[in-house]
């Protein structure tokens, strides 16, 4: 089928797969994969595409692919990848695929020049390019711009936010230190902000915003990083296979002695912070040998190294201090930064015990005692103060006087432990704050006109464990891919609609119901927990009760329960919740989330650290202490919410967005092991389709992701032109500008206020405008050239449409006369026809006086007096006709003078005759007689052709009358059907809004189910094979459990139905056969050789319905920029879309009385044609002969070529699939011909020869046609 052409094919690994169409179901088909001859799998119709035939090809941009969908989206990626090639257009947007190794010559500084100032699509792809534009486009438009880079952790996110910010720096700095910098400061917030995790070896823990601030004269002056959501847990405690910060393993790997004793560093397994994690190096083999034996764990000299291109903690500490000297930290700062770095560490190794007292308190263990010296002596505290604060904690009482009473309160172990460790947390997050600060002190700058910001965010995470930092970090997700929604895909389609482009809609997925879920005031998740903080006796399982009560019923939302893993089956209701995001569910635990939501330090804790001997301590903790409230030094607890805090930065930071013209960079994890030529195509295609590229994919294929004001255009380009092509209207000069070009019409579209680009051409325009100057010369003469032809074509019609109207105004005059003339003679002949009439027998009469005189001539004997006869006669008939033409007589007295004269002249014949030989006579008489039967046979025949035509008219009318009479039925038998529907639609009403409430939670189900599996394969933790929750089941009762091949394969059967095919199916279920498992040629061979009615109805109309399907399917997936192919008139299909056709079971007589022929001849004029001839010059015909319901035979005859001759069977995929009643044509006055003028044309065309041929060649189905044909023959 479909001519062998391969297809796309769902994959449960691959994401899709290469093979043939073998047959077509009801809502699936039937796939044979290439490289499996002879296996087949069924696949839903709606995730089936068109492959394009070179499937080794691969293309710059996506949008220049033959067919777009996501299937060759994802294959073209993957050839690609395949070839080290990592980047890849969709339209303006930049796919990044992490190759996990490095490619060579891709970012030297020869490459930054070679992008500098080039169009986008100029060049290969690159986040060069992608830089570049943003620059451009700050330049041209006089208008900040953001590149957004977004992307899954370990997707390559912060390699390409360095990549855009070393080009720009590079490209268009100053020259000065400054541009140095702004580069080398990205060392330096990745040791202290980026970790090893599960699914990245260099994660970034925190969100950054980098602007390069520009002047009027578009160089670099300066920059400013904002940072958001430190993820301040990791500090404490990190997962088995995670790490602390770079800083701590690469202060312990690279510092120099005599900084190891100062700061008593050891290896990292001798840290509390550290060991509980991984505690091997990142190094190489040569770095390896550089770190001493002594300052590495355990487990590095048992398991070796890790191994990553990038990372190197014995460099990399190296390179992180030549950083802080370049951007201008000296020596005694980098001390400062690296022995609070220590402090930490040695604040973490302090233990607690039961005191053994009344108190209740506890005391720090012996052990402790030299990291409790260690840590005091570091941070520059007292050392007894330390351990007091530590243990105990300090309350103001306000009865006892103004100031009151001093109460020291023991602390338990617990509490001890959360209190070391909140002051930890504390102490590095403002440590990271610093270093922010110091960083943005390094490039300062007065003043600035615009600039250019990169956003490096932490991408969608999802953990075996999830807490509130993934809470936190999935909301920011949601956010921007509603703001990647929105730039992309919303405004792009308002601009569309506003500029009158008339591109189709494209339908996307809103996430504004989770994003309310979670920022709403009152309700919201981060309000909720904001109110459990202000609770005098605050607790993580009553804020997750408090959640699922005021969301019981949200579809976003729901309990661990129903999680796809096992281990979060296991948590109760009030241990956590899933969140269906826009990518999928992640199940959160909120154990330690009141704690986490808590910015605040007790008391006796931030006064310790504020009034540290230390300056550089004491300073980091100023702001902090002078803005110290009343509430805190009552000793009490204050609340200072993180979430909020993070919402509202999040906020600014969209206002901020907003506000700028925005890139994109989609950065794409190829595969969870990190490793390099490693493609894993269905969770590539998962990230593909939940970063928004599919519905860009979709929006481009009739998009124009270029555009340009015209008046934007004209100043750019005006400086190249002389002086009277600038005088031109903008709009003018640009469209004459496009025409001397030659640009294609199909590249480019003018809208009300500006023109728009197909994918690339912008670029093209804009290389052929910067050409040579000799180029632009000739340029030059072309548009000069277009507006002399313009303007001498207006004038051409305006002349032409001159001599139309006086040709018109000729031609009415004439037309009048003549009508005036043609109504005085109709007149003048009306009242004188009996005289004319007269006149004419006469005449007649008179004729025939010639063969007497020949006859009186040829007689021997009594010429004279039968001459005299003559004579006499013809006397008579003159002196009649002088009579009729100069006296008024009537109609009966010129018949009675005629046939008086007709008598004469009988009576003379009969005179003449006897006198004649009697061989003479008899010849004569013969001629004549002759003469009179052809005049009999003459008016016989006019009279035959009147009595037909008389017929014709009567069977036209009966057929009129039978039409009218077959539209009072249909409309009485709608009102029948319309009373059934209505009933039929009540109940059907509710569950088509079920089924597409159903079909979005299957949609989510199936995102669930991939990141549950993405987990699993991670985590090595194996998913749970149970059935869907009972809430998302069909109707039918519990059945058997399904392993996970057949749940999604009842999800992907579910998706492919619409709420038309679910309402045909609730039909079906009246009718006598079920054909849905039959295969196509099962249907068509029963349509062949069926001799029971109602199986054989049944098999045309299943036949027919999975032929729309499939032509759908093709229009669908159609070729980009390809024509609709279209099998009958337009109004034929429109009339069919407007109007469906509801499917009711027939009865046996209706299937009887529909086998009447019916036959059809409409106007038809095909697209291609159209534009060749807009006036419609050359109309063509299309004929239909229906056998009953379904069409048999068609044809197509248009001006200038050969006639289109289809018959059923033969030609079922070229013909109309619609049943008659769909076509309307029944209802199309004048649209129904004669069984005689249809079989006329057929055979006419060679028709009977094309249908015999079929017939002997077995593929024409059993018809009327066909029955008749074979008897003829016969």
């Known amino acids: 089928m479909e001519d062998g052409k391969p297809v796309w094919a769902p994959h449960p690994t691959d994401g899709f797969q290469l093979g043939n169409i073998i047959d077509i179901g009801p809502d699936s088909l039937t796939i044979e994969p290439v490289n499996q001859k002879g296996k087949t799998f069924l696949a839903p119709i709606n995730q089936v595409f068109p492959a394009d035939e070179d499937v080794s090809r691969h293309v710059e941009d996506n949008c220049s692919l033959m067919y777009l969908n996501e299937a060759t989206l994802l294959h073209n990626v993957k050839v690609r990848y395949s070839k080290d090639i990592i980047y890849t257009y969709v339209a303006n947007i930049l796919i990044a695929v992490n190759p996990y190794f490095d490619i060579p010559k891709l970012y030297t500084s020869d490459t930054i020049k070679k992008y500098q100032g080039r169009s986008l699509g100029t060049l290969p792809p690159h986040v060069f390019a992608v830089a570049d534009k943003a620059f451009r486009d700050m330049k041209v438009h006089r208008m900040s711009q953001s590149i957004i880079v977004s992307g899954e952790s370990g997707a390559g996110k912060t390699e390409n936010t360095k990549f855009v910010l070393r080009y720009l720096t590079e490209s268009y700095g100053s020259g000065q230190d400054i541009d140095e910098r702004i580069v080398e400061a990205n060392p330096l917030l990745e040791a202290f902000g980026n970790a090893k995790t599960v699914r990245n070896n260099n994660s970034s823990r925190f969100g950054k915003f980098v602007e390069i601030h520009f002047n009027e004269k578009n160089s670099v002056v300066g920059g400013f990083v904002s940072h958001y959501l430190l993820e301040k847990s990791r500090i404490c405690v990190q997962g088995k296979d995670e790490r602390n910060y770079h800083i701590f393993y690469r202060l312990c790997a690279g510092a120099s002695e005599d900084i190891r004793q100062k700061f008593h560093l050891n290896s990292p397994d001798s840290f509390r912070y550290l060991n509980r994690g991984c505690t091997r190096f990142f190094s190489n083999k040569e770095t390896d040998k550089q770190i001493l034996q002594n300052r590495k764990s355990p487990e590095h000299l048992k398991t070796g190294a890790l191994k990553d291109p990038l990372l190197d903690d014995h460099g990399d500490f190296n390179r992180m201090c030549a950083a802080m000297k370049k951007i201008g930290l000296n020596d005694t700062e980098k001390l400062d930064l690296f022995r609070v770095v220590a402090g930490v560490l040695h604040l973490g190794n302090i233990d607690f015990e039961e005191s053994g007292n009344t108190s209740g308190g506890c005391i720090l263990k012996n052990k402790s005692s030299e990291a409790l010296r260690n840590c005091a002596e570091l941070l520059g505290l007292d050392e007894e103060d330390l351990r007091v604060s530590l243990t105990t904690r300090v309350m103001l009482t306000t009865a006892g006087g103004a100031k009151g009473t001093v109460i020291k309160v023991p602390l338990k172990v617990e509490q001890a432990n959360n209190a070391r460790d909140a002051l930890a947390k504390a102490v590095y997050s403002r ?117 699922h009560q005021k969301h019981k019923d949200h579809f976003r939302l729901t309990i661990p329960r129903k999680s796809k893993l096992t281990v979060h089956r296991n948590l109760r209701d009030d241990e956590g919740f899933i969140i269906r995001h826009f990518a999928g569910a992640v199940c959160y635990e909120t154990t330690k989330f009141v704690e986490k939501n808590n910015d605040a330090l007790h008391m006796s804790l931030e006064s310790l650290v504020s009034e540290s001997k230390d300056r550089f301590v004491s300073q980091l903790f100023e702001t902090t202490n002078n803005n110290r409230d009343h509430k805190q030094k009552t000793g009490k607890l204050s609340f200072i919410s993180v979430g909020n805090k993070f919402k509202t930065q999040l906020n600014l930071l969209l206002e901020k967005l907003r506000s700028t013209g925005s890139s994109f960079i989609r950065c794409v994890k190829p595969n969870l092991k990190m490793t390099s030529h490693q493609f894993e195509g269905a969770q590539i295609l998962s990230q593909l389709q939940c970063s928004g590229m599919v519905s860009v994919l979709d929006l481009m294929q009739g998009g ?25 209207d903008p709009r003018l000069f640009c469209k004459a500008l496009f025409k001397a070009l030659g640009l294609d019409e199909n590249d480019f579209k003018f809208g009300l206020t500006k023109v728009f680009f197909r994918p690339g051409k912008f670029a093209e325009f804009d290389q052929i405008m910067k050409s040579d100057p000799e180029h632009l010369a000739e340029l030059i003469k072309k548009v000069n050239h277009w507006l002399i032809c313009s303007r001498w074509k207006k004038v051409q019609w305006c002349a032409l449409s001159v001599i139309k109207l006086k040709n018109k105004i000729k031609y009415r005059a004439g037309a009048c006369i003549k009508m005036q003339k043609t109504v005085r003679m109709w007149l003048c002949k009306k009242k004188h026809k009996p005289r004319i009439d007269g006149l004419v027998k006469v005449a007649t009469l008179k004729k025939r006086l010639v063969k007497f005189n020949e006859v009186v001539n040829a007689l021997k004997e009594g010429k004279p007096e039968m001459s005299k006869q003559v004579k006499e006669l013809e006397t008579s008939i003159d002196a009649l006709m002088s009579k009729i033409k100069n006296t008024i007589m009537t109609r009966q007295q010129i018949d009675r003078e005629y046939d008086r004269l007709v008598k004469s002249s009988e009576a003379l014949l009969t005179a003449l005759q006897k006198r004649k030989k009697q061989e003479e006579e008899a010849e004569r008489l013969r001629r004549i007689q002759e003469e009179m039967d052809r005049e009999r046979k003459r008016l016989e025949e006019e009279e035959r052709r009147r009595k037909q035509e008389e017929e014709e008219r009567r069977l036209k009318a009966e057929m009129e009358l039978k039409r009218k009479q077959e539209e009072e039925e249909r409309k009485r038998r709608e009102e029948e059907e319309r009373r059934l529907q209505l009933e039929m639609e009540a109940q059907l009403l509710q569950e088509r809004e079920e089924e597409v409430q159903r079909q979005a939670v299957f949609e989510q189900e199936r995102r669930d189910r991939e990141l549950a599996m993405r987990i699993a394969q991670s985590e090595a933790e194996l998913i749970n094979e149970e059935q869907p929750d009972a809430a998302l089941r069909r109707a039918g009762g519990p059945g058997p459990k399904m392993t996970m091949e057949q749940m999604a394969k009842e999800m992907t059967d579910l998706l492919a139905r619409g709420p038309q095919v679910q309402a045909t199916k609730a039909v079906a279920g009246t009718k006598k056969y079920d054909l849905s498992k039959w295969k196509y040629a099962e249907l068509r061979d029963a349509i062949n050789t069926s001799c029971d009615i109602e199986l054989l109805a049944a098999c045309r109309e299943e036949f027919h319905r999975r032929l729309k399907v499939y032509h759908a399917w093709k229009s669908k997936n159609k070729k980009r920029n390809a024509e609709t192919e279209q099998r009958a008139p337009k109004s034929v299909t429109d009339y069919a879309e407007q109007n469906p056709v509801s499917q009711l079971p027939v009865s046996h007589h209706e299937i009887e009385a529909n086998r009447q022929q019916r036959y059809f001849r409409i106007p038809f004029i095909r697209p291609v044609d159209q534009y060749k001839d807009p006036q419609n010059k050359k109309k063509g015909w299309w004929y239909a002969h229906f056998d009953g319901p379904w069409i048999a035979r068609q044809m197509e005859l248009h001006p200038d070529k050969p006639p289109i001759l289809l018959v059923a069977g033969k030609d079922d995929m070229e013909m109309c699939e619609l049943s008659l009643e ?9 649209a129904e011909i004669l069984p005689r003028q249809y079989e006329e044309v057929w055979e006419r065309c060679g028709g009977i020869q094309y249908l015999r041929s079929a017939i002997e060649n077995k593929q024409a189905r059993p018809t009327y046609a066909t029955a008749m044909l074979q008897s003829l023959l016969k």
């Open 431 to 547: 440590l990271f704050d610093h270093v922010v600060n110091r960083v943005n002190q390094c490039f300062p700058f007065e003043s600035s006109s615009f600039f250019i910001g990169v956003l490096d965010i932490a991408g969608f995470e999802y953990f075996e464990h999830n807490s509130f930092e993934q809470f936190c970090i999935n909301y920011c997700n949601e956010k921007l891919q509603q703001f990647f929604n929105e730039r992309i895909l919303k405004e792009e389609q308002e601009l569309y609609q506003k500029e009158g482009l008339g591109v189709n809609e494209v339908h996307y997925v809103d996430n504004q119901d989770c994003i309310d879920l979670i920022e709403s005031k009152l309700v919201g998740i981060l309000d909720i927990l904001d109110e459990e903080n202000r609770l005098p006796q605050p607790s993580d399982q009553h804020f997750a009760s408090a959640v």
């Open 704 to 728: 124009f992701p270029s555009r340009a004001p015209f008046h934007e255009l004209y100043n750019m380009y005006k400086k190249y032109m002389p002086s009277k092509l600038t005088r031109l």
């Open 1222 to 1230: 769909e076509t309307g044509l029944t209802r199309k006055r004048g």
